[in-house]
């Protein structure tokens, strides 16, 4: 058990927080606009019709081509051999620029062999960061580069994937997983489909940040209860954001 728990250290567990690129659809560049309304077309339920552009607002920070990144949160383990005990750092990454967020963050990338690991991270954490990191011109840190690597050679971890055991149909939130294993959960004062309203019209980035942060650490959480730990392991969190 020791021997795992000192390899723990190196995932990096990582969640993200998005919002629309612009907090009003008018503001996009013309061509954005365009291929916006177009794929509007295709999300808009049938039995709803509205203005032109009238879900980009709520549903625009989904799609990397129509969002943004303003938050990273991370969190690792440090194991303390003598005292059988865990901590966990987390820092988030959240600047007024998103070239400024994803700077930091791909700089943290380049220190270690990271293995990555969020909650279903395959399907959007990576691909998304990967998307905004190259529109913002910055090179691909070696993490979040898969292209010609065999899947084993692919450094990725998804709870969500972990949890599904093959069953590819089968989709589980965070927070029910948290439930089921009795881990605190995340959502204290703002979810995710409240941050696009937190950022643009609260202009509460500090709330966005607290919040990623509870989902890194519910995210290690469970994936400690998939290795068969016990729920009462000594584990302390240690938040380097209070050190800025």
């Given at each position: 058990m020791g021997n795992f728990l000192s390899e723990l250290g190196d995932v990096l567990f990582l969640d993200i927080e998005t919002a629309s690129l612009e907090s009003d659809f008018r503001e996009l560049p013309p061509r954005l606009q365009e291929e916006w309304l177009k794929k509007e077309k295709h999300i808009m339920p049938k039995e709803e019709e509205g203005e032109p552009g009238s879900l980009f607002f709520q549903k625009a920070g989904i799609y990397a081509e129509f969002g943004k990144v303003i938050c990273v949160g991370v969190g690792y383990f440090h194991y303390l051999k003598e005292e059988n005990k865990l901590e966990f750092r987390t820092k988030s990454y959240g600047e007024e620029l998103e070239y400024d967020t994803l700077t930091a963050f791909c700089e943290l990338l380049q220190k270690k062999k990271w293995v990555l690991c969020a909650h279903n991270g395959k399907e959007f954490d990576f691909p998304y960061l990967s998307r905004r990191i190259l529109i913002n011109r910055i090179p691909l840190p070696e993490p979040l580069q898969i292209a010609g690597k065999k899947p084993w050679e692919v450094r990725h971890l998804d709870t969500l994937e972990l949890w599904k055991f093959g069953d590819y149909k089968h989709y589980t939130r965070l927070e029910l997983l948290a439930a089921i294993f009795d881990i605190p959960t995340s959502k204290?004062?703002?979810?995710?489909?409240?941050?696009?309203?937190?950022?643009?019209?609260?202009?509460?980035?500090?709330?966005?940040?607290?919040?990623?942060?509870?989902?890194?650490?519910?995210?290690?959480?469970?994936?400690?209860?998939?290795?068969?730990?016990?729920?009462?392991?000594?584990?302390?969190?240690?938040n380097k954001d209070n050190e800025r």
């Open positions: 204290e004062s703002i979810d995710g489909s409240q941050v696009n309203e937190a950022y643009y019209i609260q202009k509460d980035l500090e709330s966005i940040r607290k919040y990623c942060l509870r989902d890194v650490v519910v995210t290690a959480q469970i994936y400690l209860a998939f290795q068969g730990l016990p729920p009462d392991i000594e584990m302390e969190v240690i």
